[in-house]
């Protein structure tokens, strides 16, 4: 590729910030970054892009280190048996594989039985592809990705109450100018951190922060009011928070008249939530619940944002509304610089919900269920409303079922790694094991395609462009910088090359830009509607905001200001009641496990864990303990420790640390094998998103040397499926030790 | 007790009674329910009445809400219980069949004095603050009080003074006791609650019981132990609770302070009959608080419900806790053990239990921590003014396991390793 006088602007292949970037080709002998031989490419700043302004953290400015032939997959790979070890193989080879084992599966066991498993890290043109591939050319309902793991709390719950979900209702800049940031459950300066400019400017400006997170993390640290609740009981704080409000007369009863539905309802819900039980419930003392309502309320502007420490719950759709209920109250929504908003955690987390590869979801965020867009999604790809299959199951469902009569036989996973990011991880691979057929496309060789039958090596993100969609609803597009290694395709490639030898040569274009003009004419006037995006536009207006219904449209920055998408234009507040975690500490599991991120680390680690600079920034997993909790459990500094629930074991050095609560440790999840932190958490689901309850369960924590045998769990990587003697688990209640 | 609870009666729609009733029919719709409601108003939240009075919420806001299906009696009372045919007469004369019986009459408040003449009906100007048509009444009558007069300087009555305060009245608190709250409070944690009360506007009488009002048509003062007459136009009383156990002792069920009931919330008694909330006396303990009450509600309805049938309520240790805008006060177990008189303070006796106690005091900034502990487990406590440590208080009164040495972290944040 000739290398343009200003590089290559595009963004980064990691969080939803997708921060702006500039690639460029380093000359050969000038060396400007060592990459290596083969990845001689360097990242710059953009500063001109308006998300990040330049800023770029550790996984930004080492991202291309992922390009270097070392890290990642360069040929197709196959096993032939049972136990056998993945071996090199022609693309013919691996495609006939997977079309075969497809074939065997759906006449065996019906189309269904063949499902598609994809991620939030897909472009919105693999995203929709995806969706239509499951659809169209496989016939299946079975399809679900891992944001499903995400933000399908929050989703769920902004759809229900602003009638439309898109993460932040405003540009992230806004944040800076609002007067009060009500942070829930996010440690954005680890996970984010060239947005803590935003915090940064909002204290400059005298704005007020108020962190709510069980750790003292270091956003926490910046906050001018810091509650630090019991993990899994944020609702109940949210509820105290309104019953204060309520008392104090801090409601804005004009807004509530004007602007929403529901509030009667939803005010004798928060009377039951009155000062000192609320302190009894989350242990957040009532003086500060009060402070943090004042502050809030006071503010003449204000704005909520909860992250998956508030979402990752059983119970998250609920805990969602009443934050966004504590908002309508309030007044602090449908306003300039207030508002509700969801930081979404991965690259496309926002498009990735929006154009059909979620389980009950057609593209342009349209309803499965609804007959009107079945007919004009159907009709647009050329079949009719009866073919098109109906709601299959949820990302966690499928997994768990996976293998068993009813589930999946056949797998395709893309873009995602639920070997480390499932919950309850040692059942999901032993699920996985059992399906006849798993295929797994990915850039890197990841633990789930340890697992698999066919790996196919795909594309990543300096080599092909495409859109995504950032947390705020900004459509921003990834250029090619560079060619993929020879023997990778696209994503996009894949998946035409697989629906041409399924019989469906039409429909299915490896071109990006074919793909996403198709995206925005099936998406025209859905909820998310793009048919007004094209590239041109986004790389002139540096990125454009959903909904864009037409090609003079300049898009919509901030949503509501007027009214809201719901039928009446009113935000529905709705009746939540706080209820306990899914899994309560005991006398055998006397401790809370929360999981989270680290700085230096993304997701599964799948790509993170792969780039030098950050493996030696956080080498390995840990287990924070508050000092008092380590010496009553005789634990040192540094010392091994095991991590065991209901469900299964996890080993990781002690990290002692005053910043957690005593009754709580925490590991960060994006390691697999014996520290992988998702062998222990809790599949409990949301009634409503089917969110898993990553974020809280019951655990016993014990020095490594107290116990008698080394740990298992997650030590499957390479040794091939179906392992006789693997313990099969039968249920979560079964109290499973695997040792 | 039966596998197949059909019909189940509940005599009282306060705290417990109304949650219990919510909770059964989430859990089990099928169940027929009838409750029995003798207030005027419907359910309601007693615990906010004082806000109420304050001002904070409307009376309509306090509602509880009670499922649809059931059959509410409202202004019915129990009037017998017939356990060998077990049916309830209702003070209506229609008799009632059960398959269990839940008391949850709650508590009825002290008098202060003695009306020989007309034991229910107060005169114009005496006050109490039990129910809500009390409290309704009260913030009627209060408005333009010249001397208004709270007797009782428990939780209630503290509370109570201070709204009166905060409504601008001049108000003044008779306590019988030496210092406020002297049943739960040291005397040092009382004498800076009058502080704080005195800073708030109210007048403190401590040491002084009231024996009698004065007054033939209405209250013009209030007789004190020494004879002198506090001159007062609105008088009220808060004198504490007793439960309400005539029905449950009537129908021969062992009453100590409350109903006997065991860890499944059944009488001793009577297997078909169960007592929660405020009558209700568990291991030897009234809980007359809301979220004890709650628990129960909700381990009963759990076990009738055929939900869980092994749902055992424990106890409940539970702070006090005294959330107002110029106090705040959590209180809870032992806390009037004295400092210095812990066997801690020179060694004990070989073997015996050894009492501590832990201590900090900021008059100045009328702040007051205190701890008890008993080999090693903290058994009661004080915090006033500052309660920035109640929630590692909170778990470490809960906890199973002893403290660790250092105890700091108990009463400051500064403490180190909670």
């Known amino acids: ?594 999981t989270g991120r680290v700085l230096a680390h993304y997701q599964s680690g799948a790509q993170t864990r792969r780039v030098a600079a950050l493996r030696a920034a956080a080498p390995e997993p840990y287990v924070e303990i508050h000092p008092s909790r380590a010496r009553r459990l005789g634990v040192l500094e540094g010392e091994p420790v095991t991590v065991t629930s209901r469900r299964g074991t996890a080993v990781a050095q002690a990290r002692l640390s005053t910043e957690i609560r005593p009754d709580v440790v925490f590991m960060p999840f994006h390691w697999s094998g014996p520290g992988r932190a998702n062998t222990v958490t809790n599949p409990a689901l949301d009634p409503v998103s089917r969110m898993p309850e990553f974020k809280v369960c019951a655990v016993r924590v014990e020095p490594v040397a107290a116990r008698q045998a080394p740990p298992g769990g997650g030590g499957g990587a390479g040794r091939g499926r179906r392992q006789p003697g693997r313990p099969r688990e039968t249920g979560s209640a079964s109290a499973v030790q695997t040792l | 007790m039966g596998r197949h609870v059909r019909r189940v009666l509940v005599v009282g729609c306060g705290m417990a009674g109304a949650r219990f009733v919510r909770r059964l029919t989430a859990l089990n719709p099928d169940v027929r329910i009838t409750v029995f409601d003798g207030e005027r108003h419907p359910a309601y939240n007693r615990p906010l009445l004082t806000g109420v009075l304050a001002g904070h919420y409307r009376s309509g806001d306090i509602a509880l809400p009670l499922p649809p299906g059931i059959e509410l009696r409202a202004g019915v009372r129990a009037g017998a219980v017939h356990r060998a045919t077990r049916t309830v007469i209702d003070s209506a004369g229609v008799e009632h069949g059960y398959d269990a019986l839940v008391l949850a009459t709650g508590s009825r408040p002290e008098q202060p004095w003695r009306h020989p003449s007309r034991p229910e009906r107060s005169s114009a100007g005496e006050h109490r603050l039990h129910t809500l048509t009390d409290c309704l009444r009260l913030s009627e009558e209060c408005v333009g009080a010249r001397s208004p007069v709270v007797v009782g300087g428990g939780l209630l009555g503290v509370e109570t003074a201070l709204v009166l305060a905060g409504r601008g009245l001049p108000v003044t608190l008779v306590h019988q006791g030496r210092h406020l709250m002297h049943r739960r409070l040291d005397a040092k944690a009382g004498a800076l609650l009058r502080t704080v009360l005195e800073d708030a506007g109210v007048a403190v009488r401590a040491g002084t019981s009231a024996r009698s009002l004065t007054g033939r048509t209405g209250v013009t003062g209030v007789r004190l132990a020494d004879s002198s007459v506090l001159a007062a136009d609105l008088v009220v009383s808060a004198c504490g609770t007793r439960p309400r156990v005539g029905l449950a002792r009537r129908a021969g069920l062992a009453v100590h302070a409350g109903v006997v009931v065991d860890d499944t919330l059944r009488s001793v008694t009577d297997p078909h009959i169960h007592a929660i909330g405020d009558c209700a006396e568990h291991r030897g303990v009234v809980h007359d608080t809301a979220v004890p009450a709650w628990q129960q509600a909700e381990v009963l309805a759990a076990r009738l419900s055929g939900h869980d049938r092994h749902a055992r309520f424990t106890g409940a240790r539970t702070l006090t806790r005294l959330i107002a805008d110029r106090l705040d006060l959590a209180v809870f177990g032992e806390a009037t053990t004295g400092v210095g008189t812990g066997t801690g303070v020179r060694g004990g006796i070989e073997g015996a239990a050894q009492t501590d106690v832990l201590c900090l005091s900021d008059d100045r900034h009328r702040v007051y921590k205190k701890i008890v502990t008993r080999n090693d487990h903290v058994v009661g406590g004080i915090l006033l003014g500052d309660l920035s440590t109640v929630d590692t208080v909170r778990r470490a009164y809960e906890a199973t396991e002893p403290l660790p040495p250092n105890r700091l972290h108990l009463v400051t944040e500064l403490g180190g390793e909670g």
């Open chain 1, 1 to 594: 590729m000739n290398e343009p006088a200003d590089g290559i602007r595009t963004h980064c292949p990691y969080c939803a910030l997708q921060c702006g970037m500039v690639l460029r080709q380093s000359r050969p002998g000038t060396g400007r970054r060592d990459q290596g031989a083969a990845a001689p490419v360097t990242v710059d700043a953009w500063p001109q892009f308006p998300v990040n302004r330049g800023a770029l953290c550790g996984k930004g400015q080492s991202a291309t280190e992922l390009l270097n032939p070392a890290a990642r997959l360069g040929t197709p790979l196959v096993r032939d048996g049972y136990g056998t070890a993945l071996r090199p193989a022609t693309w013919d080879e691996a495609l006939e594989r997977v079309i075969s084992g497809i074939r065997s599966v759906q006449a065996e066991h019906g189309r269904d039985a063949v499902g598609v498993f994809g991620g939030g890290g897909l472009t919105n043109e693999k995203a929709y592809l995806l969706g239509k591939f499951a659809r169209v050319a496989l016939g299946t309902s079975a399809i679900d990705y891992n944001g499903r793991f995400c933000m399908s709390s929050a989703a769920a719950a902004v759809n229900r109450a602003f009638g439309l979900d898109r993460g932040l209702p405003f540009p992230l800049a806004d944040i800076a100018e609002t007067d009060c940031v009500l942070l829930v459950g996010s440690n954005l300066a680890d996970t984010m951190p060239p947005a803590l400019r935003y915090l940064t400017q909002l204290a400059e400006r005298g704005g007020r922060l108020i962190v709510v997170d069980p750790r003292h993390t270091r956003t926490a640290a910046r906050a001018d009011l810091h509650l630090r609740p019991l993990p899994g009981t944020d609702l109940a704080l949210a509820l105290g928070m309104l019953h204060i409000a309520l008392a104090e007369g801090h409601v804005d009863e004009d807004f509530v008249a004007a602007r929403t539905s529901g509030f009667a309802a939803v005010r004798a819900t928060a009377m039951e939530y009155w000062p000192a039980r609320v302190e009894g419930l989350t242990g957040v003392p009532a003086h500060q619940i009060r402070e943090a309502v004042r502050m809030f309320a006071q503010a003449p502007t204000g704005m909520v944002l909860t992250a998956r420490g508030s979402e990752q719950h059983s119970k998250g759709t609920d805990t969602v509304h009443g934050w966004i209920n504590l908002c309508l109250a309030l007044g602090k929504v449908g306003r300039p610089l207030s508002g509700y908003g969801c930081l979404t955690g991965q690259g496309n987390g926002q498009g990735g919900r929006e154009h059909g590869q979620k389980a009950d979801q057609l593209p342009g965020y349209r309803s499965l269920t609804d007959p009107v867009a079945r007919e004009h999604t159907a009709r647009l790809w050329g079949i009719t409303p009866a073919e098109l299959p109906g709601p299959g199951t949820s990302a966690y469902e499928m997994l768990d079922t996976a293998g068993t009569p009813g589930g999946v036989r056949a797998m395709l996973v893309f873009g995602s790694n639920p070997v480390v990011s499932a919950p309850r991880a040692d059942h999901v691979e032993q699920r996985l094991r059992a399906l006849d057929l798993l295929v797994v496309a990915d850039v890197v060789r990841s633990e789930t395609a340890e697992l698999a039958d066919v790996v196919l090596p795909s594309a990543q993100w300096a080599e092909e462009t495409g859109t995504l969609t950032n947390l705020e609803g900004r459509v921003v597009l990834r250029r090619k910088a560079v060619e993929p290694p020879a023997r990778v395709r696209t994503d996009l490639e894949i998946l035409s090359a697989l629906a041409a030898r399924l019989g469906r040569a039409e429909g299915f274009p490896a071109d990006p830009r074919l793909v996403f003009d198709e995206l925005r004419t099936v998406s025209a006037g859905g909820p998310a509607d793009y048919a007004g995006i094209s590239y041109e536009r986004i790389t002139e207006e540096n990125g454009v905001f959903w909904p864009c219904p037409a090609d003079g449209h300049p898009g919509t920055p901030r949503l509501f200001l007027e009214s809201f998408a719901t039928p009446d234009g009113r935000a529905r507040m709705m009746p939540v009641h706080h209820r306990s975690v899914a899994e309560t500490t005991d006398e055998r599991y006397p401790l809370y496990l929360v």
